[in-house]
């Protein structure tokens, strides 16, 4: 069974830019979520997708948003790009919303300059 | 403020002593935790959980160790080898089966 994939593997962008990050979960998840990972601070709760709804949402302004395909596919968007908006940037899919077991794909490293 | 918190930003340890990574959370509604290991370039991968209900859970060479009372918990690795060098991430779920929260990560060097 196939992972977890993201697409690109890696971004580089100027500010003011926007970017559009793509996630396919594995083959029969329906839950998506989206992590933010900067050096020093982990892995930071972006939002969770299910059944094309979102579910739950994290700490971040509203330049970030996402949604879900019906394949369960997710993309998450960035717009107006910052400096510090540079990360590695983590999709995890789980069976369902509230499973606990996730599993991440290798993720998009976004340098903006 | 953060309400998982991993103090280590790092550990070495000898091949095949103990590694302990540790944990703290604040928040007293996180009923299920859960360890990744995260090589570089990879994203993480699920390592084991425990349940608040619980106060150990083993698998293999890991074990981890929940102390509800102090909102510790703690890794245990058994022997440590170098395969297992990697940066570990604590994770906690609230029972209302919200996001997970992360903590910053423990990067673990096993030493041949």
């Known amino acids: 069974k196939a992972g977890v994939t993201q697409t690109p593997r890696y971004l580089i962008k100027t500010r003011g830019q926007q970017v559009t990050l793509s996630c396919s979960p594995i083959?029969?998840?329906?839950?998506v979520s989206w992590y933010q990972q900067t050096p020093g601070q982990g892995l930071q709760f972006l939002f969770e997708?299910?059944?094309?709804?979102?579910?739950n949402k994290g700490n971040f302004p509203g330049r970030f948003s996402g949604r879900q395909f019906s394949n369960s596919r997710s993309e998450m968007n960035v717009s107006t790009l910052e400096l510090g908006d540079s990360a590695l940037y983590l999709c995890a899919s789980s069976l369902a919303a509230g499973v606990n077991e996730q599993f991440f794909g290798p993720g998009t490293r976004l340098t903006v300059l | 403020d953060q309400q998982v918190k991993q103090n280590s930003p790092s550990l070495s340890v000898q091949e095949g002593r103990i590694s302990i990574l540790n944990c703290d959370y604040t928040?007293?509604?996180?009923?299920?935790f859960l360890w990744y290991k995260k090589y570089p370039a990879e994203g993480p991968t699920f390592l084991i959980s425990?349940?608040?209900?619980?106060d150990k859970n083993e698998d293999g060479r890991f074990t981890v160790f929940l102390n509800k009372s102090a909102k510790h918990l703690s890794l245990h690795i058994v022997p440590s080898q170098p395969g297992d060098s990697a940066v570990y991430f604590c994770a906690a779920r609230d029972n209302y089966g919200q996001n997970f929260v992360f903590g910053p990560g423990t990067r673990l060097s096993v030493l041949p």
């Open positions: 425990i349940s608040s209900i619980k």
């Open positions: 083959s029969g998840h329906r839950s």
């Open positions: 928040n007293s509604m996180f009923d299920y």
């Open positions: 997708y299910f059944s094309e709804t979102q579910r």
